[in-house]
DNA sequence: CGGAATCCCATTTGATACTG
DNA sequence: CAGTATCAAATGGGATTCCG
C-alpha cells in the first residue's frame, strides 16, 4: 500500500499520514509557519534538504492544498511558497510537535576529541 | 542522512521529525490514546499494517522513550504496549491531526461502475 | 533563480512462511 | 501469541548537471 493510498482510508489518522507522513513535509510546513518563501530561501532554511525533495514535497503539498505556489513573471524568475488556510490550521500543531520535543529533549553527551 | 540522525539536529522540529517521521507511527500512538495494546490487537486495530512493520516501529518507539513493552511470563505469551509519560504527551497533538483532517476532507467521488 | 532530468543508493514497507 | 526470517518491491533521498 502506498503512502497516498492513506488519503481514502476510513480512519482520519491514516489520511492525515497519507498527506504528512515523511520526514520533511512537517519541517516545510513548520518553516513557512510565520512567513512566506522562496524556493532558494527554504532550501538554506531547512538543513539538509536537497532540492529533489524539496521540489518534490512542495508539488504534492501543493496538490493537497497545504500550500500555494505563486509565480512571479519576473527575470530573474521569483517563486513564493506560503500556507493557505488548510496549512496554516497545521501552525499550532506543528509548533506543539517541536515544543514536544524541546521538553524530553536530552542533550547527547559531548564527544571528548 | 538518515531519519534517525534527526535526532541531534540543531532545530526542534526535525528531532521530532526523527522519532516521528514515518507513516506509521504516528498512527500506532494515536492507536494507543486511550488503552493499552496487544501485538496482537495492534495488527488487527491498524488496518494494512504488516507485522513487520509494527515490530520494527514498536521497537524504536520503544528506545525513543514513548511507549513501554510489558512482558507476561505466560503461555501463551502475552505483550502489553502503553504509552508512557512522554508519549502520553502526544496524545492531544495526534488527536488535532486527526481532527484536522476530518475538517478539511472531502469524501471522494463515487466511482461508477 | 527555480527548478527539471538523470543516475544511483538507502531506507522503508510489504507478503509470506516459519518458530518458541 | 508474538514475534523472526526471508525475500522482494516501492519509496525516499542525494549528487550532479542542465535549462529557460
Given at each position: 500500500m502506498k503512502r497516498t493510498d492513506f488519503k481514502n482510508c476510513s480512519c482520519a489518522m491514516q489520511r492525515s499520514m497519507g498527506i504528512l507522513?515523511?520526514?520533511?513535509k512537517p519541517i516545510i510546513i513548520y518553516t513557512l509557519r510565520d512567513r512566506k518563501a522562496r524556493f532558494g530561501q527554504l532550501d538554506a532554511l531547512i538543513?539538509?534538504?536537497?532540492r529533489k525533495v524539496l521540489t518534490s514535497s512542495l508539488k504534492e503539498l501543493e496538490e493537497d492544498g497545504i500550500i500555494l505556489r505563486e509565480e512571479f513573471k519576473e527575470l530573474p524568475p521569483r517563486v513564493e511558497y506560503a500556507l493557505t488556510e488548510k496549512g496554516k490550521a497545521l501552525i499550532p500543531i506543528m509548533c506543539q510537535l517541536a515544543k514536544w520535543n524541546e521538553e524530553y529533549y536530552e542533550e547527547p553527551a559531548p564527544l571528548i576529541l
Open positions: 507522513g515523511t520526514r520533511w538543513e539538509n534538504i536537497s
